[in-house]
């Protein structure tokens, strides 16, 4: 961490920001709401000032790219050599005049509800794929297709179960799609358990008629005991038909 950044080495944007108290070096830049409870209102972080510091270009391109990508960042605070507290999460709101950038809170609460491309933008850049990070994207965007769905709908779509067993099944894996297709009603299925196994593993689909595709591997067996019908149909609209489509030739165990 050099002057309070922390910026991971050849990456365009910050992680986290030390804040000082002091009106040595950078000065006081905590505005505080509550100090007693260590709230604040806002950061001024001051850019290096030293003309022979060949760190303040890269350090000013990383804040102005957190501003831009809209990039929380964490804030600490050292109260003695060594020892910092945590403020909480900030993000970099405006970039003044005279070269300060201003830092405002950010709430677990803002989290919560901000786009997933915050966090993906931040996984795109490493290159991560750790099953960690992918989840947490995951279950925030699927949480939400969930309520989007169940306001069409109360029941598994082959069978009678309803929700709190339902499982939002995408019918174009989340894995292989966009933003937009991973939030769209009418890519989904709300399906009880057993049955979002089978279709999610290719083992179901539907015709464009809405007829159901059985494939060649499930036996008889199979069929029986997940009470799967021959006569099932779903009534799909023209958006959810090209989503289907994708699935039957795509997911779709057929040999």
């Known amino acids: 961490m050099i002057r309070g950044l922390y910026k991971p080495a050849g990456k365009p944007y910050l992680l986290s920001y030390q804040a000082t ?22 950061i001024e972080m001051a850019p ?8 303040k270009k890269s350090d000013i391109k990383a804040d102005r790219y957190n501003l831009d990508h809209n990039i929380p960042i964490g804030i600490l605070c050292e109260i ?11 993000m970099i ?6 070269g300060v950038f201003i830092i405002k809170p950010f709430s677990f609460k803002q989290l919560k509800k901000a786009k997933i491309t915050i966090i993906e933008s931040i996984v795109d850049i490493e290159d991560l794929n750790t099953s ?18 169940l306001s069409k709908s109360d029941k598994c779509a082959l069978c009678r179960i309803v929700d709190p067993y339902l499982v939002a099944s995408h019918i174009k894996p989340w894995s292989r799609c966009n933003d937009s297709e991973r939030l769209d009603v009418n890519n989904g299925l709300l399906l009880c358990p057993n049955h979002d196994l089978l279709f999610d593993r290719g083992y179901i689909s539907f015709k464009k008629d809405g007829s159901i595709l059985l494939s060649p591997l499930l036996s008889a067996t199979i069929i029986e ?5 021959s006569d ?4 799909m609209n023209s958006d959810q038909k090209k989503y289907m489509k994708w699935h039957e030739e795509n997911q779709f165990k057929n040999n």
Request: proline share 3%; hydrophobic share 30%; glycine share 8%.
């Open 48 to 55: 290096p000032s030293s003309p022979k510091d060949n760190r």
């Open 232 to 235: 099932i149909r779903l009534i």
């Open 225 to 229: 005991e997940f009470g799967i019908r």
């Open 93 to 98: 709101t405006a970039e003044r005049a005279d």
């Open 132 to 149: 960690a990070v992918r989840e947490v994207i995951q279950r925030e965007g699927k949480d939400k297709f969930k309520k989007v769905l």
């Open 80 to 90: 003695n050599k060594g020892q910092n507290i945590i403020l909480g999460i900030g």
């Open 21 to 42: 108290e002091s009106e040595e070096n950078y000065g006081k830049q905590i505005i505080w709401k509550r100090e007693d409870e260590n709230e604040f209102i806002r």
